[in-house]
Each structure stands twice: as structure tokens, then as C-alpha cells.
């Protein structure tokens, strides 16, 4: 079974600070992902990346950065945390060979961004 | 803006009924129509798919209708289940742009039983 780890469920931040989210997949998945989730809203892409070192932005990339120094590991950075950015984040990966692969994501990390 | 419009953003059904959620797009590029399945507190997790060479498919009680001239499809639960109760995703894809997903904006569904 693939699977999609994130490393916090829960976090709590202040304005202003910087915030990293991390995320791990077990399966050598080529392509990984972060949206955020807000309702009413679906699910929104912030940043993609189908290498390691390699990105692309979103749909909604602004106040975001990524890292990806290793190929099963996908970080995301909030760099000055605000609280517009309280949100529900999910990452995901995906195969990376192909149209129309399936994607998996982890169980999210809820930030509350006070 | 949204380029998958879902509706309705919540049903309530009862026990072997039929829930049923619409989603629409714009863009005629896409050409690949995934549904993804969301618990509380999981991931939202594939639940199945339609391309546009077929207008139909159907995997146990769940099945996707495509009408391609109008530009939508729909996802059809039949005999609604308790364990049914869930957040559902319609999204959309193009051959050209292949790892992005476009997703709707979600229906919650309720199943009482």
C-alpha cells in the first residue's frame, strides 16, 4: 500500500512565524503535491514538484515556498505565517509516468495560525 | 475561479436510497474525470474514474455518468450505505497537463440509517 505521512495532524502558530510542513511517501513516487483545503473551496494546488530539486506553483503559490531535496520527502514553507493561512494541508504523490494517475494523499495537517 | 463547479455542497439521504452529486466545466481540454472519496480526518483517496471515450462506468454501487456536449458528470451512489458517509470530489485533468487536478468544491453526504 502506498502511503503518505505527514508529520504533524495538529499545529498551532503565531503571525509571523515560519512554519514547515513535512511530508514523506514510501512509494518512490516521482510527482509529489500540496494543496490546502478550505470549505466551500475544494482542495487548491499550491506547489508541485515531479524531481527531486524541481517545483512548479499552483494555483495559489503566494506566501509559500517549497523544498524537495529528497525524492520521498516534499516540504512545504509557510515563510511568515498569517492567519489567512489557517487551513487544512494535504500532500500527495503520485507515480509520475503517466495522464490520469491515481494520487494519494496523507491524512492532512490541520494549522491554525493565530 | 473554480473550473469544476459541484453540486449540491451537502445531501442527506436515507438508507438504500440514491445520492447523487453533479459537477460542470468549462474547459473542453479536459479529458479525464476523477472522484475522490474523503473520511473525517483522512486523505481524500481515489474512488473512480471516467476518460470521454465512454459515457458511463459503473464500479459496484457507484457509477459515473459523462455527457461530454454538455460538459458534465455526475456521480451516482445506489443503495446508500451509513459507511457511504463521506466528503466526495469531482475533479478534472488534461492530457496536456497531466499532473494537475482541478478538483470541485465538494459535497458532504449523509447517510441515515
Known amino acids: 500500500d502506498v502511503k503518505v505521512t505527514q508529520s504533524s495532524r495538529y499545529l498551532v502558530k503565531r503571525t509571523g512565524e515560519k512554519v514547515f510542513l513535512e511530508c514523506v511517501q514510501d512509494m518512490d513516487h516521482e510527482n509529489m503535491f500540496w494543496y490546502r483545503q478550505d470549505p466551500g473551496l475544494g482542495l487548491r494546488l499550491i506547489y508541485f514538484s515531479y524531481d527531486v530539486k524541481m517545483k512548479e506553483k499552483g494555483d495559489i503559490p503566494e506566501g509559500y515556498s517549497v523544498s524537495r531535496e529528497k525524492k520521498e520527502r516534499f516540504s512545504l514553507i509557510l515563510e511568515s505565517a498569517s492567519t489567512n493561512q489557517t487551513s487544512m494541508y494535504l500532500c500527495?504523490?503520485?507515480?509520475?509516468f503517466g495522464y490520469g494517475e491515481t494520487q494519494y494523499f496523507g491524512p492532512g495537517t490541520r494549522l491554525l495560525v493565530l | 475561479q473554480q473550473q469544476v463547479k459541484q453540486s449540491p455542497q451537502s445531501l442527506i439521504v436515507q438508507k438504500g436510497g440514491i445520492s447523487i452529486i453533479n459537477c460542470a466545466y468549462e474547459?473542453?481540454?479536459?479529458?479525464?474525470f476523477p472522484w475522490y472519496q474523503q473520511f473525517p480526518g483522512k486523505g481524500p483517496a481515489l474512488l473512480i474514474a471516467i476518460r470521454p471515450d465512454v459515457s458511463e462506468k459503473k464500479e459496484g454501487r457507484f457509477t459515473i455518468s459523462f455527457n461530454k456536449s454538455a460538459k458534465q458528470f455526475s456521480l451516482h451512489i445506489m443503495d446508500s450505505q451509513p459507511g457511504d458517509s463521506a466528503t466526495y470530489f469531482c475533479a478534472a485533468s488534461k492530457r496536456s497537463n497531466d499532473y494537475k487536478l482541478s478538483f470541485g468544491a465538494g459535497t458532504t453526504v449523509t447517510v441515515r440509517a
Open positions: 500527495a504523490s503520485s507515480l509520475g
Open positions: 474547459n473542453t481540454a479536459f479529458d479525464y
